[in-house]
C-alpha cells in the first residue's frame, strides 16, 4: 500500500500570481504615508484651533492658519493615496513621490512652529518617500 503524502504546495509556487494586498513593502509604504497624513491632519487641526500649543513667531513665512491649512489639504491627500498604495496601484505610486516631497518642504519650512513634530513628520514622509522609489517593482504597472 503506497503512502499518499498531502502537503499544502509552496508558498510560491506559482510565480504568476499577484502578492497579497498589504504585504511586505506595499503595506510599509502604505501604513507610514496614512501615518504621515495623520500627522499632519492633527497638526493642521491644533494650528488652527490650539494656537497656543505652537511658536508662530518661529515661523519664517505667513502665519499658523495658513499652515494649518495647507497641513490638513495635504493630510486628506495622503490619506487617499495611502489606501491607493495598498491596492498596489501605479497612481498610488505616483502621489505618495510629489505628497512626500511636499510633506517632506511643509515640515521643513514650518519647524520653527513645533520642531520635534516637524522632525517626526519628515521622517514618516522620507520613509515613504524611500520605500516607493526603491522598492516600486512591487506595485502594479
Known amino acids: 500500500m503506497a503512502k499518499q503524502a498531502t502537503r499544502a504546495p509552496d508558498r510560491y509556487a506559482n510565480r504568476n500570481a499577484p ?11 502604505g501604513s507610514y504615508l496614512m501615518l504621515a497624513g495623520l500627522l499632519n491632519l492633527i497638526w493642521g487641526v491644533t494650528a488652527l484651533s490650539k494656537k497656543d500649543y505652537f511658536h508662530e513667531s518661529g515661523l519664517l513665512w505667513t502665519s499658523l492658519d495658513t499652515w494649518g491649512g495647507l497641513a490638513v489639504i495635504v493630510a486628506v491627500v495622503q490619506l487617499v493615496a495611502g489606501g491607493l498604495l495598498f491596492a498596489r496601484k501605479l497612481g498610488g505610486v505616483l ?19 513645533h ?9 514618516c514622509n522620507a520613509l515613504v518617500l524611500w520605500a ?6 512591487q506595485f502594479e504597472t
Do not use: R, Y
Open 19 to 29: 502578492p497579497p494586498i498589504g504585504h511586505g513593502w506595499v503595506a510599509f509604504a
Open 95 to 113: 502621489m505618495a513621490i510629489v505628497l512626500a516631497m511636499v510633506g517632506i518642504l511643509m515640515n521643513f519650512l514650518s519647524i520653527g512652529a
Open 115 to 123: 520642531p520635534a513634530w516637524s522632525v517626526i513628520a519628515m521622517s
Open 132 to 137: 516607493v522609489t526603491v522598492h516600486s517593482d
